[in-house]
């Protein structure tokens, strides 16, 4: 029997799902991340959000290391997420670039067509249930931590970065936020 992947860990919480899995155009994802793929989960059901996934993002890090891999929930299948999520991969690839909880990425652009969020704020996966969060790679010592990006508006980033993580999202889900409607108001 052959050791379970993190494509395996995505299969088994989302196991009556369609699950594909797509390359990065650009060449210098695979010089970088050889073998990365993005993972595109198709919903299960109609009015559920798709999900993308990196898979081979926890490569990068040193040997002890604890490695992650990222996921960002779309409310339709979108071909922009697969370069999205390979070209922040290779920014987490680096050392003093790596991303964790609370780390605010400015993408410069809309997450999505129609959305004024362009930045994506990085926080545990609460939304995919219990044990989603960390994978054990079988015969490794370390773990993979599994990162929700959430996308929100630049006055969103100011907030997290005055008030903090905690009040961002007791924020969230005060106003009951949908952060995988592009068109969704600013909650500050």
């Given at each position: ?12 919480f989302?196991?009556d ?12 994802v695979?010089?970088?991340l ?6 595109r ?5 109609s ?10 993002a926890a490569?990068a ?7 992650a891999?990222y996921v ?26 790596r991303?964790g ?10 997450w999505t067509?129609?959305?004024?969020a362009?930045?994506?704020?990085v ?6 249930g ?20 959430v ?5 969103e ?8 993580v905690?009040?961002f ?5 005060r ?14």
């Amino acid at each position: 029997m052959r050791p379970m992947s993190f494509a395996d860990h995505l299969e088994r919480f989302h196991p009556d799902s369609v699950h594909e899995d797509f390359a990065s155009a650009r060449a210098e994802v695979q010089e970088r991340l050889p073998g990365f793929r993005v993972r595109r989960i198709a919903p299960a059901s109609s009015g559920k959000p798709w999900i993308y996934a990196t898979n081979g993002a926890a490569v990068a890090v040193g040997e002890d290391e604890d490695g992650a891999e990222y996921v960002v929930l779309a409310p339709a299948a979108d071909p922009v997420l697969v370069e999205m999520l390979a070209a922040l991969a290779t920014v987490n690839a680096d050392p003093d670039r790596r991303l964790g909880v609370g780390s605010i990425v400015n993408l410069g652009r809309p997450w999505t067509a129609s959305s004024a969020a362009k930045n994506l704020l990085v926080l545990p996966p609460y939304v995919f249930g219990s044990g989603f969060a960390v994978y054990e790679p079988p015969g490794e010592d370390r773990r993979v931590v599994v990162l929700w990006l959430v996308p929100i508006t630049s006055a969103e980033a100011r907030f997290v970065r005055l008030h903090g993580v905690q009040k961002f999202e007791q924020l969230m889900q005060r106003h009951e936020a949908n952060v995988v409607n592009p068109r969704r108001p600013p909650i500050v």
